[in-house]
């Protein structure tokens, strides 16, 4: 667990503080990554008729009942700098045996709860609070926001009387930015105070408007164009309730794989900033997201429009295996790793498989097996790892897989089962009688178990996180297993071991092509790409199940219930300002994260599609599609809202190629990537308070 030695003995310092320590002893207690405290807390006054008491009435005494606990200050809000740490003394008051109210600061304890990665008092339960500060690198990120202050202090028959209070933690941070161009003039923020002029404004295009972000994205890029070309240093500054983190920055025009729009300018937070930005937003609401331009001598001050984006409350966990269409190739990445760059999975001609196309994989829940299909339509040599925890000698090591491109057990696509046992599949490239078929192949050696007959051409399965449903796409008029026409959604539900019937979750329609269906985590909800074009037309390219030509192609949701209504996402789709007018970005093949997370009292799931809409203002292929990521709030979306948010573009793939299809699993197996991020530590137990004397 990447946590420090400070951050851990903190913890267990508070578990295991002892009452004399709580009562007024030695407390040189490291706060992790703070100060220690100045001194311990004060002796313990005596109560009614003297005595001591370990929990129970006083031998002798009167007892002691508190009521009316409080704190002060209430709600108060303290602004740290980053890299610097503040502190805050709090009082308690209350009422011993209904008499007046009196300090009771020295037989309480204090603790944080809940937010205490901000901050946290001393292990003794001492009433300062200190904002924290990393120990070494690995420690959590600095970070403001809202926390919960509670004091606690005890009766004589043992029960505990608790008060709490709001403290809000606000972060400052001014950072510089890229110096290309020229070295960033000393102290840059004291150049923009200077007067509004609106020929100055420079034009904000990304990050989108409204979008969600994760928390552990580690990697955000702002865009936009200058506005005025005698603009030549920028603010980039994000600001919310709970503190501003500015960039000071030159017009950088380079990035890390690919390139820029002639005259646009972007800039990659570093970690360390993006760390404060989103630790201290995660699940706060709106951050207004502002540009402001000016020259050296702070002439005249252009403002852009603001945007407003958010963090998600929990990070997004999961590796994903993409297809790169550019080399016919499966590509992965862990989405919480350190480095965050892709890694070439399988290649044609790699571990003994032929010199072809391998691709229209799926990955086992658990990250350990994939299949995946060789030479596309019309072939779909099998191709079966089992075990991927295996290591190969080296990609011409011909014992790495378990199948290398079996002609007996084609695929076309293909779904694994929640536990890896078994998976799903179909082959539609074949004689009418044999396409009407899903085939339960063993997860293990990739062969043809059982199959079921179906009155139709099933297409795209794709079995549920609980094991109880395989959706599927019934094809309307064939043509290859890539390229289904006039589809529908259907559904099978398994009574025990046994698969029922298929029900329509969504009919067939003229003008319509609805096809490949997928599951949200908790597998209330499915997802699946709808392309319309003109009556009569169903039958063309331009409406089949391939991505060429289906510039409409847009994300759907709909309850696995017979007769349900689909919801379009419509926010998911919003165009962003680097695709101008346009307005139909081609948006297939949804792939849902593996888990679920939560938002407030509610749920947050996550997709990805290939997109063809522009990623910014990068400079991109009229038909590359590139991975692109929503948050969808799956609560509003089964009610019939339209539950998503605009979305973001994976910086974790490779930008110069055509991405497709980003299968989720819960993590990478064997990879050659770092490992992500551990989760911190809990939060550590409150100490006692003092005992009533």
Known sequence: MRTSFALVTGIALAALAPLATACGGDDESKFPGGESSSSGAAPVPTIGGGGSSSGGASSGGTAVAVTALRIEPADATLTVNAGASVTQAFKVFGKINGGAEQDLTDRAVFYVPDN?????FPASGAATFTTRLPAVATDPAQRGGVLTVRARAANSDGTIVEADTRLTVKLEASLPGSAQGGALPANPGTLFAGTVDAA???????????TMLPPNLRRLEVHWRPGSASNKLYEIAF?????????????NTTVTSGAVTAGACVYELDETGYAYLAETNRGAGDVTLRIRATDDTGTGVGVSDSFKIQFAEEAVNGGVYYWDATNTRIMRFDFGAAGGEPEVFIKAGDYGTPNTCIGCH????????????????????????????KIPASRSDTTYLTKTGDTVNRIQFASFDPTGAQFVSVYGDTDAV?????????????DRVTSKDLTFEPDHPDWSADGKMIAV???GIHGSSQRPRKSGIELLTFAGTTLGDPVTIVPIADGKNRFNPNFVPDSSLLLFTEVTCAVGQENT????????????????AVKPTAGATPVDLANARKPGVGDGAATELLDTFPR???????QGSGKLFWFTVASQRKAGLRTKGNTQQLLWMFAMDPTKTAAGVDGSYPGFYMPMQDMTTSNHIAQWTERIVASNQPAPVPPPPPPPPPPPPPPPR
């Open 200 to 210: 100055r404004k420079p034009v904000l295009a990304y990050p989108n408007d409204g």
């Open 239 to 251: 600001t919310s309730g709970l503190g501003t983190i500015r960039y000071f920055t030159r017009c």
């Open 473 to 475: 796409t019934r094809v």
């Open 592 to 598: 849902s994260t593996p888990f679920k997370t939560k």
């Open 116 to 120: 205490y990665l901000v901050g946290a």
């Open 362 to 389: 799926t990955v086992s829940r658990d990250g350990k097996k994939i299949v995946a299909s060789l030479g596309g339509q019309n072939d779909g040599r099998q191709v079966l790892q089992s075990d991927l925890s």
């Open 434 to 446: 044999a396409r009407n078929k899903l085939w339960f192949n063993d997860g293990n050696t990739g």
């Open 541 to 556: 390219d331009a409406c089949d199940g391939d991505v060429a030509g289906n510039s409409n192609a847009r994300t759907w």
